[in-house]
């Protein structure tokens, strides 16, 4: 679990917001975003409950027969697999992106 500590305060931007240019070259990045979103704050929620999570002074995570607990950590630990491939299918996007400003149709 010491990805919470190391990785917890890594955020995308917040200030960059998707743009219209953004959701017609790769409408899917409009639900992703949300999704990005609600795995942040299922992360802040679960170490907010179970703040034992973050680990001792060794980063050693702590929760003996603590089966919720384990079962958060399970869930923490795929919140963060599932934003490092948001970011890296963003980067994809990105780098693909072949739709400008002025190739709007209107």
């Not at 305060?9 to 899917?28: F, H, K, M, S, Y």
């Not at 979103?37 to 703040?51: E, S, T």
């Not at 607990?69 to 963003?90: K, N, P, T, W």
Request: aromatic content about 2%; some cysteine.
């Amino acid at each position: 679990m010491n990805r919470v500590a190391q990785g917890g305060t890594r955020r995308r931007n917040t200030a960059a917001r998707l743009t219209l240019v953004d959701v017609l070259n790769a409408p899917e990045l409009a639900v992703l975003d949300v999704l990005e979103h609600a795995a942040h704050l299922a992360k802040v929620a679960l170490i907010a409950q179970h703040p034992h999570l973050l680990g001792d002074e060794n980063g050693q995570s702590v929760h003996d027969r603590d089966l919720i607990g384990q079962h958060a950590a399970e869930v923490i630990d795929c919140a963060f697999a599932l934003s490092r491939a948001l970011r890296r299918y963003r980067v994809a996007i990105a780098n693909a992106s072949t739709l400008r400003d002025d190739d709007l149709p209107f």
